[in-house]
């Protein structure tokens, strides 16, 4: 379902009509509005988070809808990664991220009663516990795999800058939608999670590129980045659940 609804007038002093009202500066003051959203995020009682992955160049919009789908993929599309992040407080485990790698592997992960764990098709048999965890593990085995990001925005981002209203795009298979939101730029150290010789890895990306959506209501809606090296990502963000 697609919305072109207007930005509303976000001028009203009262944070119930203005979720940007307890933000000086409103949606313009970029970093203010990153910190909401992070604490919105980790607030939130459930998010459903898709992702996709490149490393030939920025990832097309229709990437997702193409790899979730029959549509061959040709030699001339990027190798691409797809997944999810879902986190459901009521649930057991309570947090799952899944991704189907490039190279055939598919990795989940999860976080159940405070415990990560994590299995794949080919390079971990079983389910492994992760005890003592990585700081890797950390990131991508926790609820916090959703504010990681914009954390990261704010801690490195040197020209973290607000570049207008507009409709963010969403293209997952069955959770097409645009959605009015304000457009965040700027470059920042992004940290590469990924998968290899059977654990989670971590590493340091400085220098990537990003654009950030957020809606009137102060949620993340897409994040994407572009790395020097040419990997990129993007996350759409489809619903999270009020405390």
Known sequence: MATNEPLPDLTASSALTNPFAATDGGPENARGAVQAAVELVEAASSFHITFTLSDGGPVPLGAAAVMGSAIPVTLATPALEHGHAIYDDGADPAFEHYVDRADGEEVYRYEMDGQYMMTATNAVPGLLVLDPPSAADRYLCSRTFASARLREVLISSPDLAFAGGE????????????????????????????????ANTLRAVE??????????????RRFDYSSPDGHSERYEFHGFGMP
Do not use: S, V
């Not at 009015?180 to 999670?193: L, Q």
């Not at 220098?207 to 993340?220: N, Q, T, V």
């Open 207 to 220: 220098d990537a590129e990003f654009e950030l959506w957020i809606d009137p209501r102060g949620y993340p």
């Open 167 to 198: 409709q963010a795009h969403l293209a997952w298979p069955g959770r097409k939608a645009a959605h009015a939101a304000y457009r965040y730029t700027g470059t920042f150290t992004a940290m590469r999670a990924d998968f290899e010789d059977g």
